[in-house]
C-alpha cells in the first residue's frame, strides 16, 4: 500500500517493507531488524525454558498481512513453516501494536521484532520462543518517486532523512534485540 502510494505520487515518500522493488522507485535502507516468536502469560509455554522449535509445533498463531511466503516477511513465514505452527493463523494485522496486542492476549504465538518485545519481556508482557539463534533479518526502506514534485518543507524533510541515512553506519542502523 506505501509503496503503492508513493508510485502514484500521492505521499511524497514512505517507509515501509518491501517484498518486490518497482523499477519507477527508489530505494534506500533505513534499518534491519530482527524477528522472533513471543506468546503471552496465558499461553502454556510462557515462562518455560530450554524450549526448541519443535515444541511450537501445532500452535496457533497471530501474525502480520505480509507474513506469506511471497511477501516482505518471507524469512518469517519461512520460520513459521519450519516450525510447524498451526497452518490456520487465528489473527492478522497489518498494524505492529495490534499483532503485540493478539500476542499478550493469548490469541496465538506471533512474531515480533526482537527491540521492539524487549520491553514487554522484561514487564513479563512476553515470553521469547525459539528459535534463539540467528533470528530472521528484515530490512525497513525508505521509498520515493524521482518522478513526485515536492515542496520546499518536502525537500527539506526528505533531504534530511536521507542525510542521516548516509552518515549513520548500518551497524548503527540495526537492532539485534
Known amino acids: 500500500e506505501v ?14 517493507l518491501v517484498s518486490q522493488r518497482d523499477p519507477a522507485l527508489d530505494y534506500a ?10 506468546c503471552g502469560p496465558q499461553h502454556r509455554l510462557f515462562g ?9 509445533r501445532g500452535e496457533p498463531s497471530v501474525s502480520f498481512q505480509t507474513d ?19 497452518a490456520d ?18 490469541l496465538g504465538i506471533g512474531p515480533l521484532p526482537l527491540h521492539v518485545a524487549r ?15 540467528a533470528p530472521p533479518a528484515i530490512d525497513i526502506f525508505l521509498l520515493t518517486n524521482p518522478d513526485k514534485a515536492m515542496n520546499r518543507a518536502e525537500k527539506a524533510l526528505l533531504s534530511g532523512i536521507q542525510a542521516l541515512i548516509a552518515e549513520t553506519p548500518l551497524q548503527d542502523r540495526t537492532y539485534s534485540d
Open 3 to 16: 509503496a503503492k502510494q508513493v508510485r502514484e505520487r500521492r505521499a511524497s515518500f514512505g517507509i515501509c
Open 48 to 56: 518455560k525454558t530450554g524450549l526448541t522449535l519443535a515444541d511450537l
Open 68 to 86: 506469506h511466503i511471497s511477501d516482505a516477511l518471507r524469512p518469517v513465514a519461512l520460520l513459521r513453516s519450519e516450525a510447524k505452527l498451526n
Open 119 to 133: 520491553r514487554d519481556v522484561a514487564d513479563g508482557m512476553l515470553w521469547r520462543l525459539p528459535p534463539y539463534d
Open 89 to 106: 493463523v487465528v489473527g492478522v494485522s497489518s498494524s505492529l501494536e495490534e499483532v503485540r496486542r493478539m500476542i499478550v492476549a493469548g
Open 29 to 38: 535502507m533505513v534499518y534491519r531488524e530482527f524477528f522472533g516468536f513471543f
